[in-house]
């Protein structure tokens, strides 16, 4: 019986030392799993917000040279490559009609003369004196809109990028181009290219003229080109919510060309934003949602963002939960979960 006791007490002893031996070293094991990570401190930084997109270049002007009325073609003074001056003569037309008017003009000029000196007389009313004159100014309009017509000018200096006719035919009116417009040449000026972006609504208030703007294309590897916002369109395309801006670009060696695919950059204002290093970023797993982790008095804060402009290394960071001064964790974030308990590698 006394054997019993003694066995009784050792075996008491030994729970409650274990016991006590085991809250001894729980801080102890909760601080092993505690996960070490290293921090840096937020900071905002300046840096130029910009908008990409791709686009394919257009001509900055184009026309597609054509009288207003079906005739005969007499001349066409031009071969496609040629370059032409402002005021250069392009084509001529059948004259028949022209010389026509010419004549009926020349008689109106004499009777209005004659009428005027009645007039005078007192020889013939108000009435017919307006008749003669109004006959003198539509003789000379007819005659103006057919040397127009007769004698195509180019409107501007460019390159002749198509014929579709040649000396002889008949000019029929009919459209005869990719634009399913009728013309006998085309005409564009290419030392000035432009493109045609759509962009999302939430710029409107953002794009303004003159922006610069930066091009890149694959023929050539390398080479930035320059350009601006030359005109923004007024309304949102209620289908797409986006407007349509067009850009300038610079092409005075004619490098590029009207259908080339090129990506462009708009720079937009300067703006003060979060930006921190890209391993800071974790990505979700199947998702395309992406956080960082911050240190939040010894756990792991998880905060969703939006990723911004990358610059180099580092990526902007968007999100109304983070700000200056916290402590972003940029490195053993990889295995991290949210309030994970975290401790500061030295």
Known sequence: MKTLKITTLVIGLSIAFSACNSEAQRPEAEAKSARPVKTITLEKTVIQRTSNYTSTLIPFQEVNAAPAQPGRIDKIYIEVGDRVIKGQVLVEMDRTQLTQAMLQLEDAKVNFQRMETLLKQNSISQ???????????????NVKFLKENTTLLAPFSGIITAKYYEDGEV????????????????????????????ISESYFPAIKLGMDATFTTDIYPGKVYKGSVYRIYP????????FKVEIKIDNPNEELRPGMFTRLEIQLEEIESLVVPAIAIVKQEGTNNRFIYVYDQGKAKQIEVEIGKRINDKVEVISSEISEGMQLIIAGQARLMAGDSVTLME
């Open 235 to 242: 309304t949102i395309n209620e289908a797409t919510r986006t």
């Open 171 to 198: 000019y029929s009116g009919a459209p005869n181009t990719a634009s399913g417009k009728a013309a006998i040449v085309n005409l564009q000026q290419i030392s000035n290219l432009k493109a045609v972006v759509h």
């Open 127 to 141: 009435q017919q004196y307006d008749q003669a004159k109004m006959a003198a100014d539509l003789a000379s309009s």
